[in-house]
């Protein structure tokens, strides 16, 4: 076939070099990545897509070997070395940021120099984003386009389980947050006492345990109603919270009743102080639309490093006995149980 491909040469079909002005067009649009080197290693023409990698510098009158860095075969360093490459694959990168990689084959012009056939490879999708390229600038029989798409909806769907998995993520800690939460004060609930009470024992953490309830309580449901019995419980909330710490759990595990989990704390004198603030605390009278509430507290208090092997069940009874000593007393009163001794 004069003036075109020819079926002969050492490394398969050969282009001639008189019909390469004939056929620019052809391998523009079939292969805009190739290259077409004279006899001398220097760049005559680029594809489109490979002038894109160097937007606004013509690539034409440059040495392939100082725009391309030749990582195999190694040692090439002249046009003789990639002529004597032809028909290998070819492992090359951009010499210019941002160094992307490529792969390719050189096949030799029957009138001297060669046309070098590129491709990105695996770093196909880098390339994409790196040089901003378009299903344009690839063949149109080319998988790569396809390809592309299959990764970004891939993408997409990965991006999509991801959210979806952090969404119930959230929802799971939320639910497991609000199984442990009195929703009407915001305290930790009676699952969530018993909880941190369990695993309190069983690490042999000292602790001391509040048993409060409040007097008087009912009168303010029976002459205000339930709104304002509400809003009572959530000002005793605030105010058991403003006396405990961070590292404490502060609990309502019943209508008007509460405890207080105070960890690492066995000092009765210390003990005593926050009881007594917090029933001064309690004793002021609470606003509500206009009208005073008034209610008062009981509290019992165990402590866990008097007991030899403390029970969860055993703590609580005492410091309920305790309670209503300090209610039988006269109310407004702080009780230690019986069983303790000064330490």
């Given at each position: ?64 070997l100082e725009v391309f860095e030749l990582a195999r075969p190694r040692a ?268």
């Amino acid at each position: 076939m004069s003036g075109g491909l020819q079926t002969f040469g050492p490394h398969g079909p050969a282009l001639s070099a008189d019909g390469l002005c004939d056929l620019r067009a052809v391998f523009d649009l079939l292969c805009p990545m190739h290259v077409v080197l004279d006899e001398t290693g220097h760049i005559r023409h680029v594809g489109p897509t490979i002038q894109k990698l160097w937007p606004g510098q013509s690539l034409a009158g440059s040495r392939f070997l100082e725009v391309f860095e030749l990582a195999r075969p190694r040692a090439v360093t002249s046009m003789q070395g990639l002529m004597a490459a032809a028909g290998r694959k070819l492992h090359l990168g951009m010499r210019a940021a941002p160094r992307t990689a490529l792969k390719g084959i050189l096949l030799p012009l029957e009138a001297g120099g060669a046309v070098v056939n590129l491709s990105f490879g695996l770093s196909v999708q880098e390339a994409v984003r790196a040089h901003h390229l378009t299903g344009a600038d690839f063949p149109p029989t080319d998988l790569t386009v396809e390809l592309l798409y299959l990764l970004e909806a891939n993408a997409m769907v990965t991006e999509a389980f991801t959210q979806l998995s952090l969404r119930l993520q959230g929802a799971m800690i939320a639910a497991e947050e609000q199984a442990f939460t009195d929703t009407l004060t915001g305290l930790k609930n009676r699952r969530a006492m018993d909880h941190v009470l369990a695993r309190a024992v069983a690490q042999g953490q000292p602790f001391a345990l509040m048993h409060v309830d409040l007097d008087y309580f009912k009168d303010v449901n029976d002459s205000l109603g339930h709104a304002a019995g509400d809003h009572v419980l959530q000002h005793v909330a605030r105010k058991m919270l403003e006396v405990t710490r961070d590292e404490d759990t502060v609990a309502r595990i019943g209508g008007d009743e509460f405890v207080l989990i105070l960890n690492n704390l066995q000092s009765r004198r210390r003990i005593e102080e926050i009881a007594r603030t917090l029933l001064d605390r309690l004793q002021e009278p609470i606003p509500y639309q206009g009208r005073p509430c008034r209610i008062a507290a009981s509290i019992g208090t165990v402590l866990s490093s008097e007991y030899d092997s403390p029970d969860v069940e055993r703590l609580m009874k005492d410091s309920d006995a305790a309670l209503y000593t300090a209610k039988r007393g006269g109310r407004a009163q702080h009780v230690f149980a019986s069983h303790s001794v000064e330490g």
